[in-house]
């Protein structure tokens, strides 16, 4: 069994009307973020030596990072709210054709916090 993990970042605007921390975080405002996307694999193909090429990953990631980064998050109607819950589920659901995505975090290093999204539950 095999995970291989690949990140990116991206600098991101968001304003989040609910949240304890006060007016702060009401106003406009901006982090970086760090996303990581991790894949399984119990077997990898003979022909490559790979799980999944890593060069599919960067193209994927790739795609996500560019829909992300320099935007304002409250713009973008499929992430919802841009919590980090919102924001790990919309990079899931864009990477995880993929191969076996068993989670995506997305960090905000400022804050020291992060969240990790596994894929809804069955
Ligand atoms: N469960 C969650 N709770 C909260 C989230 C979240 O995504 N999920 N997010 C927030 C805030 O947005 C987050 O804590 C950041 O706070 P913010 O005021 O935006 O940023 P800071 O000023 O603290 O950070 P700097 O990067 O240093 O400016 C709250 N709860
Ligand atoms: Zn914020």
């Known amino acids: 069994m095999w995970e291989l993990t690949k990140s990116f970042t991206f600098e991101a605007a968001h304003t989040l009307p609910i949240t304890t921390l006060g007016e702060a975080s009401q106003e406009i405002h901006g982090h970086s973020f760090r996303a990581e996307v991790t894949v399984r694999g119990a077997t990898t193909n003979p022909e490559t030596g790979m ?11 790739g795609e996500v ?7 304002f998050l409250n713009k973008i109607e499929a992430i ?5 819950e919102n924001l790990s589920r919309f990079i899931y659901e864009r990477v995880r054709s ?3 995505v068993t989670k995506v975090s997305v960090h905000r290093d400022s804050c020291r916090e992060t969240c990790t999204y596994f894929g809804p539950q069955d």
């Open 51 to 61: 799980v999944v090429d890593f060069g599919v990953l960067t193209q994927r990631l």
């Open 80 to 84: 919802g709210l841009p919590t980090l």
């Open 98 to 100: 993929i191969g076996h």
């Open 65 to 71: 990072q560019a829909m992300l980064d320099h935007k």
